[in-house]
């Protein structure tokens, strides 16, 4: 059955890292990807950053710094 609203959640722990590719690389092919998926789809990404800020940097949005004791909290607000 078609969705009237579809949802990527990432889970991160930090900046993108690529074997054999420099962070800056890792980071700009992330943001490509974003952008395909945020021009083709309807798909809304939102980002959630482990113990860290770098979701902020990368997704529209985003929710920097959960800590892992409140994260089953904050997928459960997300996903409602």
Do not use: C, M, W
């Amino acid at each position: 059955r078609p969705e009237q609203k579809q949802l990527l959640v990432v889970l991160s722990d930090g900046y993108p890292e690529v074997r054999g590719k420099s962070n800056q690389q890792s980071a700009q092919e992330l943001r490509i990807v974003l952008q395909e998926i945020d021009h083709k789809t309807k798909i809304e990404i939102v980002g959630i950053g482990i113990e860290s800020y770098s979701v902020a940097d990368f997704y529209q949005h985003a929710l920097p710094n959960v800590q892992v004791k409140d994260l089953a909290e904050t997928l459960g607000d997300t996903l409602r």
